[in-house]
């Protein structure tokens, strides 16, 4: 697990970027959060930088639209996924499990 921010530190309709070995983007999408790879798919562009709608966000460079429920791409240019990553709020911070990547990948 990686910490990520105070929940207060991320609310909605805000992302935050969190740097490592991979950067992961972590959205508060009307209360949900969730945690996908920051790096688009398509080109490099931080994921956490593009505009939230819904549980979808755009990404600034070249407009692709992910789901961050799932990763996938919903209109072109981004063909592929990126990856997702489960969110756990304990003691009011925001962590995330980069375990199940590691599993993934
Ligand atoms: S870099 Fe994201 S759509 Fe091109």
Known sequence: M??????????????????????????????ELYAIDDTCSHQDASLSEGWLEGCFVECPL?????????????????????RTYPVVVQDDMIYVDTKVREAVA
């Open 62 to 82: 070249h407009a692709a639209s992910f789901d961050l429920r799932t990763g996938v791409p919903t209109c072109l240019p981004a063909k592929k996924a990126v």
């Open 2 to 31: 990686i910490t990520a921010c105070p929940v207060a530190d991320l609310p909605v309709g805000e992302s935050i970027r969190i740097s490592g070995d991979v950067a992961i983007a972590v959205f508060n999408a009307d209360g």
